[in-house]
Every structure is written in C-alpha cells, then in structure tokens.
C-alpha cells in the first residue's frame, strides 16, 4: 500500500490523501483551504481513482469533491455517512453561492456527486475492488468518521478530524481500530492544551446569565454545522432560564442533524435544546430580538458572512450587551479583529465594540493529551505522518511520536507518496 498526500501537509485545510492498493485508488478527503480565494489540493485525475471517502462535512475535508464529478459520470463511488452527505451539500452550496467565482464545478457537479453516493453506517465495511474501506465514529461532527483501508494483510488508519472526549452533541470517537501498518492523525493541537471543556461550558452560561441580567443580550457566533447545536445542547444541559434564539444557516443544519438522531449522543436533549430553541423567520424579528434578554446563537463562527454581521453591528453598540467567541478565529478574520482590538469593519469603517467580549474554548478537535491517548492505544508498529496543523504542530508532534513510542513518523511534505 502507498499513500500519496495531496493536501492538508503542514497546514490545515484541503485534507487529500490518495490510497494506492496495486491497481485500486481509494481517496480519502478532497477539500479545500478557505482564503479570500480557496486554495484546492493537488490534482488527481478522476479515472485514476476508483473511490473517494468523505470523513466529514466540513469543507476543508468535503469541499472540492465535486470536482471529480465533472464529467458528469458517476463511476466514482463516494462513500460517506448519510448526515455527512446532507451537511456537505449544504455546505459546498454555500461555498459555491460566496466563492463560486473561483470554483471549477458548479451545483449540478454537487448533484453528480450525491447520485454517486454510497451511505455507510459506521463499521459497515465496503469493498472497492480488492481493498476494504471501513468508517469509525470519529466525535468531531454529526456523522463525521475516521477511515480504515485494508489491502492484502495492510492496514492504513486515518483519524480524519477527532474527538475523543464526545461532547453534549456526540459520542466519543471510536478508537477499535485494532493493529495498524500505518496511521494519518491529525495535529490540529498537537502543542496545546485546551481548556477543559467543563469549563468552558460553566463560564459560557454563567456570562450569559450576568448580560441577561443586567438587560443585555448576548450573541454568540457559531459555525452553522456542530458548533451552534452543541452550544444549544450546553445551555439546555445547565437548565438555562432564559429564552435562546437560533438564526442562519445553522437552522438548516438543525433540521439535518434531527433527522439523523442514531448519530447524535443524546437526541433527546438535541431535541429539546434545539426544538426549545426559537428560529428566526426573517428581518421583521431579527431587528427586534436584538433587543430582548436572550441568547442568540447564529453563523457565521468568524463573523465573516450571514447574520452574525448584522448581529454583531446591533449588539456591539451597548455595553450591556455581550459577545461570546466560541469558535476558532483565523488570522485576519473579523472575528479575530474584535478579540484582539474590540473592533470591528464590516462596511469600511472602524467601529468601537461597547460590548463585552469574551472567548470560550470549545473545539471540536482533540487536545494534546488525547491526541497522545490514541497513540498509546496503538497496536503494531506503524508508521505514522502527523497532518492537518500547522508546520510546528505536525513537525514536533512527529519527533514527539519517534521519541515515546519508536515509530516511524514524520510530517510529510505535499506529494511525498509514502510506502507501507
Ligand atoms: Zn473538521
């Protein structure tokens, strides 16, 4: 078996790595990185690959799939949970709606690959050709998986994104994988240590309660897909008192994910926080709801786009109001903006933020330590390419892994091809 990466090497985003079986080709993940203009992975020719497997929605690891389907055929099997399939076509349709400008495939590219596809369970095997391909829980998002390649006594393990402490919204991250020949693990946050999430949980509710309480309202920008529900999940698991709004995109991703309640950890309380919930309808009462004492949860995570722009210009004027950063803020985001300077500029001029704002961790990636309490799990000798962080986390993660557990392991560069 060889691995061939094609993205996501000392970087996060455009995860692609090419799993060669003799004359089968399975790829896993084929995403894209989201800058001003998104940035793909390197180029595969859609004959050579015999499938491609989508570990999860998010469009750093689903984004740039349909750009297999161009063709217009549909010979490529895609292989993924059905939750997975949902979310990233609501996803990509939103990419191709921003950035459809810089995009090769269009939304009949999309629909290609949804007849393409083929719905595992999670531990359903699937067979392309010769080579099994496996799907794990992997706890990082609603229907979100690692991968399992087996071909002729190999054994390749790929983490894709993981969690595996679980979370309100999920279950931990199924780590059975078993003997291994060689393992792609994510590095997100190899190097850090990230509040514990007990924490973050208390300290989020018990700033809503002092905005409430004050007469303020608190917003709090959520990715549409796992943040903003689990963020729902955590103030309904606290018994919070006051009323919690949810608006955008993530009220899609809502009716998605209740669709698919065997994926979810506890879909009662997925229920009663999400149904408990009220949904924005439109402008009339999104203008009025920034002035009542309530929780208002809405995308985009990093301010970039959706209501969150409207949301933060109406909340960020009063000093009673709060601003709750839940999700990662990339460098030069206007999420970033606020957390670092109290600012904001969404319509060419600077602005003071009057608001409160505070950041809560709440990743859905595993911390270092967990990262570390897969690899003691790990049976067998593998070797082991760190990926999907960036240059230092991938690198000292690698020495870290050759130094404790004498595994062959190094981040790879884009297009080492690697030999099992
Ligand atoms: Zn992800």
New binding site residues.
Partial sequence: MKVTVLGAAKEVGRSGFLANCNNTNILMDYGVLLKREPIFPMHVKPRDINAVVIT?A?L??SGFVPSLYLSGSTDIPALATLPTFELSELLIEDMIKISGFYLPFEYIDVVTMLKSSKKLQYREPFMVNDAKVTLHESG??VGGASVIVEHEGKKLFYTG?INTRGSKLLRRADLDFGPIDMMIIESTYSQAEQAPREKSERELVEFAYEVIERGGTLFVPSFSVERAQEIACVFKAYNFKHKLVMDGMALKANEIMGRHPAFLRDAELFKSAVGGAEWIAGWSRRKKVVNEPCVIISPAGMLVGGSAIFYTQAIMTDEKNGIALVSYQGEGTPGRLLLDKRMANFDGKMQKCYADVKRFEFS?HNSRSELFEILDRVQGNPKVLTVHGDGPSCEKFAEEIRQKYGFDAHAPEQGEIVDV
């Fill in positions: 999860h998010h750093d690891h990082h998002v994104d859905g």
